[in-house]
């Protein structure tokens, strides 16, 4: 316990080492000619070049629930977000920010309509008609046209390409290529038509645990509410792919009054008020951003508040490791 304590106080001088420094350091919006290593995928804070403590770090960080896929801003340099006013709803706002050179989110896509689940959103379940609520990543494109020019792994199906939502199947929640149907609510993904014109995949329930969904998509609308997935119009479908590069780890946030990225541009959500059917490429210039969503306070130091927490964490911990190392 005595060379614990020591080595929870030494995390705590480094972390805040590190932190004051980068404190210290003068805001800039002009990207350094040596920009600063960004931190591993899947890692949720920087590292420190120590490997004990960037391996105590980063196992604090999991237990603190930050970091991880589907959770974190920090490996991603696209997101999706998706947000209504109400979990019931069955329309939503759509917008798509990518991250720059600057570090800055900013709107290339949208805001647009998008139906929802004829449910609305929330926890997935199968054969229940609702939309997951959550980040999570985009990982599969598809399609019944050619492939629009998208950098995601892309499959223009057939007749013979099915998602399997087969609870008892060993392949649920995978598409599969096979002349019969693998049973229960498999979709025939050419069969289903013009929804799947063009299509990628929402990785709500990578895990493929039965009975928490499966064939979540973002997906071309026919104007209808969905099964549970998420559709917009077809132009701006089609333009979402072309977008997507796998390379960026693209994401898609879904939630009630979800917030933009990290001190992205956010436009009010106007759900109630369907957008116009031409692809927008940005906000205009003439709407001012205005958010009635969540404030969120931008930061210039990557991984600012994932540090922040650990720090409070661990100096909570020091009382007690103190009192134990002493002794009667």
Not at 57 to 73: Q, V
Request: proline share 11%; aromatic share 4%.
């Amino acid at each position: 316990m005595r060379l614990l304590g020591l080595l929870v106080i030494a995390v705590v001088a480094a972390v805040a080492g590190g932190a004051g420094s980068a404190l210290a350091a003068p805001a800039t919006t002009t990207p350094s000619t040596t920009p600063t290593p960004a931190a591993p995928s899947g890692s949720p804070v920087p590292e420190t070049g120590i490997p004990m403590l960037d391996e105590v770090l980063n196992t604090l960080a999991g237990n603190l629930g930050l970091g991880g896929t589907g959770s974190s801003e920090v490996d991603s340099s696209q997101m999706i977000v998706v947000t209504a006013p109400e979990a019931n709803d069955t329309t939503a706002t759509l917008t798509a920010f990518e991250r720059g050179t600057d570090d800055a989110w900013k709107p290339v896509i949208g805001p647009t309509e998008a139906f929802l689940g004829s449910l609305g959103m929330g926890e997935p379940e199968d054969n229940v008609y609702r939309t997951p609520e959550g980040t999570f990543d985009l990982d599969q494109a598809f399609g019944r046209l050619p492939n629009p020019g998208t950098k995601m792994p892309y499959k223009q199906v057939d007749r013979q390409d099915w998602w399997d939502s087969n609870m008892k199947s060993p392949t649920y929640n995978t598409m599969v290529r096979q002349v019969q149907s693998p049973g229960g609510d498999s979709e025939n993904l050419y069969d289903s038509g013009p929804v799947y014109d063009y299509a990628v995949n929402i990785a709500h329930n990578p895990e493929r645990i039965p009975g928490k969904a499966s064939a979540m998509f973002l997906h071309v609308t026919n104007n209808q509410p969905t099964m549970g997935c998420i559709a917009i119009e077809k132009d701006l479908m089609r333009q979402v792919l072309t977008w997507l590069d796998p390379a960026k780890h693209p994401k898609i946030a879904i939630g009630v009054n979800q917030a933009g990225p990290s001190g992205s541009e956010s436009s009010t959500p106007q759900t109630s008020t369907p957008q116009s059917s031409t692809p927008q490429s940005a906000v205009p210039e003439s709407a001012t951003p205005q958010s009635t969503l969540p404030s969120t306070s931008p930061s210039t130091i990557p991984g600012a508040d994932s540090l922040t927490q650990l720090l409070n964490q661990l100096v909570s911990l020091l009382p007690s490791l103190f009192e134990t190392t002493a002794g009667p």
